[in-house]
């Protein structure tokens, strides 16, 4: 078989996993070899769902790991929010990430650069959001860097939150969140992991267009979590504030039942 081949059936099996209650997105025919492939697998994904809703990403680390993979469900916003849940001891918990969403106003074309002025220019507004996140690779299993690039980094969608102001966004380095449901709150000194929350938008999209991977307007990038994951029940009242910028309550229900 071609390499060609052996990515689309790993895409094709990755893609299966994500509207699975128990998912194992492990594949032993074939593994990404390389950074290029896990992308190309991702974008296999992409052409079988049909659309991409956003992206995820964060500036490349130390280790030479990128950060950077589609949301291929549709934004969810409002006060419902729909989610595949994880259950720890028979309980359902919604995962989720309070992040900044970043909204294109218009398409990036690819095969050129980007200033970030221009970046700054494309994007239409900022929002409050959370990653909602799915482990797809069973418990048992230890998945490599690559095999995770590929499944797309446990995303399995974006909750897009009230719209906040740009230059409060581009100056949340540190913001403390707040989470309440059921009179149980957890408390988290936030800070973003690559300092400033705009710094991985304006990376990824000159990655992306160099790779030939055209953005379009109303498509979402989150950059990173304040606080890493939070387990919240489902059902239930969830009050989220981002302190000195914002608060917003959701609940969540199963997306499977």
């Known amino acids: 078989m071609t390499d060609n081949t052996h990515l689309t059936e790993l895409a094709n099996h990755l893609f299966a996993q994500r509207n699975h209650a128990n998912p194992n997105a492990h594949f032993d025919a074939f593994t990404a070899q390389n950074i290029d492939q896990a992308i190309t697998v991702q974008q296999k994904m992409a052409e079988l769902n049909g659309h991409i809703s956003g992206w995820k990403c964060l500036v490349p680390q130390a280790n030479d790991q990128l950060i950077v993979a589609p949301i291929l469900q549709a934004a969810k916003r409002g006060q419902q929010c729909s989610i595949i849940p994880t259950f720890k001891s028979e309980q359902a918990l919604a995962l ?3 992040e900044i969403a970043f909204i294109l106003g218009e398409d990036i074309e690819p095969y050129r650069h980007y200033s970030h002025q221009e970046i700054d220019s494309a994007i239409s507004a900022t929002h409050m959001a959370l990653e909602l996140i799915q482990h797809r690779f069973s418990r048992d299993s230890q998945p490599s860097y690559l095999q995770k690039l590929a499944d797309g980094l446990s995303n399995q969608g974006v909750y897009i939150g009230p719209q906040i102001p740009k230059s409060v966004a ?3 380095s540190q913001v403390d969140i707040v989470v309440t449901a059921n009179n149980d709150t957890q408390a988290f000194n936030g800070k973003h992991p690559c ?3 705009q ?8 990655y992306l267009a160099q790779k030939g991977i055209k ?15 939070v387990n919240v ?13 914002g608060q917003f309550t959701v609940s969540f229900v199963d997306a499977l039942a």
Request: aromatic share 12%; net charge negative.
């Open 195 to 197: 300092e400033l929350p």
């Open 199 to 206: 710094l991985p938008v304006y990376w990824m999209i000159n």
């Open 96 to 98: 989720i990430e309070p």
């Open 215 to 229: 953005l379009s307007a109303g498509q979402a990038i989150i950059t990173g979590s304040y606080c890493g994951v």
């Open 233 to 245: 029940p489902m059902a239930t009242e969830i009050s989220i504030e981002y302190k000195d910028i």
């Open 170 to 172: 581009y100056q949340a």
